[in-house]
């Protein structure tokens, strides 16, 4: 068998298969197969209950369109944003965001990216530097308002029309410019209509929140909650970032245990080994909780190497023990025959 032979057949039990809108953390860290509408507690039991729209319909949810607020003064289209950010990185536009923060927006409502784009037409952001994206917005006002024609066909200028009504809602600035750089990483993508989003509570796949407000939304989606994954998205990824942090220190080899013999930073190696082993069996079950079938044979490893290395610092400390019992058991002999009368 030849080489290529070779690697095809490795290749054919290694590849990865699934539709790009099904793909998962799990097969490429920074995929999701969701697409989340991030608020805040008040606004997501305000969707849900369709009461953004004015009136509630049964079993039917609403999302309000607007205009995003960085936008540039030619943009004036509404649209509904969503992130395709995976869901244990959602807690970062908290962290990055003061209004966010301050609406404690650990609330959102998922759905599948690949119905999203089916029955919607939910599309992603396109990003564009500052003087392109200026341009643009110029060009796509001036069509709107009928100052500059496309073609002398009117049929082909018609269509020309509307291919840029529907594509400017989905331009907007990098801000290449400013300290932070933009909004590139929220990842953001759009339902363009000024009437907002209309959704069936069975279109809802996931639903962020803290585990205590859970039973509230239930009762707001009744049997359809049964279908619905909840999850607490700022512990997620707490836990992700926690277990990045705790993997480089085991990076560089092995900790240094049997080379100290101070009693008092032993017991404080014994505690910091101890949250880093609650913080890497937390990651492990939020891993699982994407994937009950998920192998987590990497942190299993890592959960191991903790566990030794919490079982030697506590035989380097029954060790010192010992030996200080053997010194102040010397002392007080030398000192009995120092001062013996």
Not at 75 to 92: K, M, Q, W
Not at 140 to 168: M, P, R, T, V, Y
Not at 185 to 199: I, Q, V
């Amino acid at each position: 068998m030849n080489d290529d032979k070779k690697i095809s057949l490795k290749w054919a039990k290694e590849k990865n298969t699934t539709p790009t809108f099904e793909l998962t953390p799990i097969e490429k860290p920074d995929m999701s197969p969701y697409l989340i509408h991030l608020t805040e507690k008040g606004s997501l039991l305000g969707i849900l209950k369709g009461s953004n729209q004015g009136s509630s319909i049964s079993n039917r949810g609403h999302l309000n369109a607007s205009i995003p607020i960085y936008a540039t003064p030619q943009f004036h289209s509404p649209v509904v944003c969503f992130t395709e950010s995976p869901i244990f990185a959602l807690d970062f536009f908290r962290k990055r965001s003061l209004k966010r923060f301050t609406q404690d927006q650990r609330y959102g409502i998922g759905f599948s990216k690949a119905k999203m784009i089916r029955d919607y037409g939910v599309r992603p952001v396109v990003y564009l530097d500052k003087t392109t994206n200026s341009k643009f917005q110029i060009i796509c006002s001036k069509i709107e308002l009928q100052e500059c024609k496309l073609s002398d066909d009117a049929g082909q200028n018609k269509s020309l029309l509307n291919f840029f009504k529907e594509l400017k809602p989905l331009i907007f600035p990098m801000f290449e410019e400013t300290p932070l750089q933009g909004f590139m990483w929220e990842r953001e993508w759009r339902y363009p209509n000024a009437s907002g989003l209309s959704f069936h509570y069975e279109t809802i796949e996931i639903i962020c929140c803290p585990a205590d407000e859970k039973q509230e939304i239930m009762q707001v989606l009744g049997d359809n909650a049964t279908k619905v994954t909840f999850i607490e998205n700022w512990r997620e990824y707490n836990e992700l970032t926690g277990y990045l942090k705790n993997k480089d220190i085991i990076k560089n080899g092995d900790m240094l245990i049997e080379n100290e013999y101070d009693i008092g930073i032993l017991m404080q190696m014994q505690f910091e080994i101890f949250e880093k082993l609650n913080t890497l069996q937390n990651y492990k079950n939020a891993l699982k909780h994407i994937d009950p079938n998920l192998h987590t044979a990497q942190v299993d490893d890592l959960l191991d190497k903790f566990m030794m290395y919490d079982y030697r610092v506590q035989l380097q400390i029954e060790m010192c023990e010992g030996y200080e019992q053997i010194k102040f058991e010397e002392m007080q002999q030398a000192y009995l025959r120092e001062y013996r009368f």
